[in-house]
């Protein structure tokens, strides 16, 4: 499992699709891939209080791009097929795409 905070962060967010693509890559035919992460699309993210969404900010800087960042697509230009988004608990997803 991969984390995409960790593929989308001050760091790597210009190389996140070029880490997907390496993913594509080295995943075995009809191969499986799961990424769990938290889901902007959750209530729970979408009615923060504001004064707790700036605080998080505050902590996170790259929140606007890891939010506006889209998984599921970026997975499909790579090459992956039936990228399937399931959500895995109140503010967590699990997208999967197979090779």
Request: without cysteine.
């Amino acid at each position: 499992m991969i984390h995409t905070q960790s593929l989308i962060n001050p760091h790597l967010l210009d190389h996140s699709d070029m880490i997907l693509s390496e993913m594509y890559r080295i995943t075995a035919p009809n191969g499986v891939i799961a990424i769990t992460d938290n889901n902007p699309k959750s209530a729970v993210i979408q009615n923060l209080p504001p004064v707790l969404f700036t605080l998080m900010k505050s902590t996170e800087p790259h929140s606007d791009q890891y939010y506006s960042y889209n998984v599921e697509e970026a997975m499909r230009m790579a090459g992956f097929k039936d990228v399937t988004t399931i959500e895995t608990d109140p503010r967590h997803r699990t997208i999967i795409g197979k090779k």
